[in-house]
């Protein structure tokens, strides 16, 4: 069986390999059984049979619809074997199917997790802005508002915080298609789930978390990545290179960066190296953006992680660091929630620490937010779910409903030395 893909109706010259190289690292099933609605193009539960066929892609050349310089570099970067085939190409089946619906939606919503962080923004940022260049105008909506710290990328005044009692309401119905980025359930959606489950609109997912629920009519979900920023940038290469504009390529490199843990999580691969090289190449400047997420602290905020560092707590055998902040030492510093983002981080450069905790009491509520991080293979997600929370193998958290600070610090503590004792070998 051959499978030849036409780029938005052009004709093209077709470059064949050998399917084989792809078979291993191109699990169809990720994309298409794990849904309950399937694309057209598999309607009839016919994979393709890479094993004993060979691939057609669509030459790069092709893509472009002018030889215009902006695009030299994209062009020559694409048409580098030693980039795209292997490292992007494997995603190309599940963002041919994305492109199409997104491309045949006259009303799009483009949706991210409650209390985003800069992968979410990052992503819906990066995918809208992409699909604006197209001449589209997504609606990006969000459950919740986008933290200080990521108002400085592009587009994100054009963000809208989600209003049950506005017409917000009337867009999700009205919706042709419904991207979900950066979530693999909906419940992620706090009061936006409801009108997005009763919309008849087509639900798309672009997500690295674990075991998405199904319902989706496309998806592109790869636990593997880095991130949902690194996911939307092989969409883009793939299917919208022409569109890979400064103001989509810093979203993504921002949305990587932070979800990666500045590059430091053992999910970072060369290919995650490639990408982010092609954003810098097409106007993403790594300094600036860092600079506006690490290095635009105000006084406040210092004095606030003064506070919080004397509250460090070494346990499980100096094996765990717990930082802890009450209502009132935030209230004390006139300190928002996500002021503290990144605090988490330091209990990761004690030597001999290798789970990190950061508990905070939720501004008036009687909860308290658990974030986890860990080194290794500790996987502090397995904790999160415990608390009915969630994330990734050293990145996870979760909210404890009903409970005070002290409780909800000795629950945590007793799972995460019940992992540890599991994993001695990793600590």
């Not at 800069?118 to 459950?143: Q, T």
Request: aromatic share 6%.
């Amino acid at each position: 069986m051959h499978w030849q893909r036409s780029i938005h109706g052009c004709s093209s010259s077709l470059v064949t390999r050998t399917a084989d190289r792809f078979a291993p690292s191109f699990p169809m099933d990720r994309w298409w059984r794990s849904t309950d609605c399937f694309h057209p193009m598999f309607a009839d539960g016919i994979e393709p049979e890479l094993h004993s066929s060979t691939l057609r892609v669509a030459s790069v050349r092709s893509v472009f619809r002018s030889a215009s310089a902006p695009l030299q570099k994209l062009r020559s970067s694409l048409s580098d074997d030693s980039m795209f085939p292997d490292d992007v190409q494997q995603y190309a089946h599940a963002a041919r199917a994305i492109a199409e619906l997104l491309d045949q939606s006259k009303h799009l919503v483009l949706t991210t997790h409650v209390r985003p962080d800069g992968d979410a923004i990052g992503s819906l940022l990066g995918l809208g802005n992409a699909l604006a260049v197209r001449g589209k105008r997504p609606l990006l909506l969000v459950p919740s508002p986008v933290p200080s710290f990521l108002r400085f990328l592009p587009g994100v005044q054009g963000i809208e915080v989600y209003d049950p009692s506005s017409q917000h309401n009337r867009a999700l119905g009205a919706a042709d298609a419904i991207v979900c980025l950066d979530f693999n359930t909906l419940a992620r959606l706090d009061q936006m789930e409801s009108p997005v489950r009763g919309s008849t609109a087509l639900r798309i997912l672009i997500d690295h978390h674990l075991d998405p629920e199904t319902g989706f009519a496309a998806a592109l979900h790869d636990a593997n990545a880095t991130s949902t920023a690194e996911l939307v940038s092989a969409l883009v290469l793939l299917e919208y290179p022409e569109a890979l504009t400064p103001d989509v390529a810093a979203p993504l490199y921002t949305g990587i960066l932070t979800d990666s843990g500045n590059f430091r999580f053992p999910r970072v691969s060369a290919r995650t190296h490639r990408i982010v090289a092609t954003l810098i190449e097409h106007g993403a400047d790594p300094v600036s953006i860092y600079d506006a997420i690490f290095n635009t602290n105000t006084p406040a905020r210092i004095r606030l992680l003064g506070e919080v560092l004397r509250t460090l707590d070494i346990a499980c055998q100096g094996r765990c660091a717990v930082l802890s902040l009450t209502q009132e030492q935030a209230a004390c510093h006139g300190a928002r929630l996500d002021d503290t983002e990144g605090f988490v981080q330091y209990t990761l450069t004690i030597e001999g620490v290798c789970v990190g905790v950061f508990l905070s009491q939720m501004p008036g509520r009687d909860a308290v937010k658990v974030s986890l991080r860990s080194k290794g293979n500790v996987d502090v997600q397995r904790v999160a779910e415990q608390l009915g929370g969630g994330g990734h193998l050293n990145a996870a958290g979760a909210i404890i409903e009903r409970v005070t600070l002290g409780d909800a610090k000795q629950q945590v503590l007793g799972l995460i030395d019940a992992l540890l004792s599991q994993q001695q070998q990793n600590c």
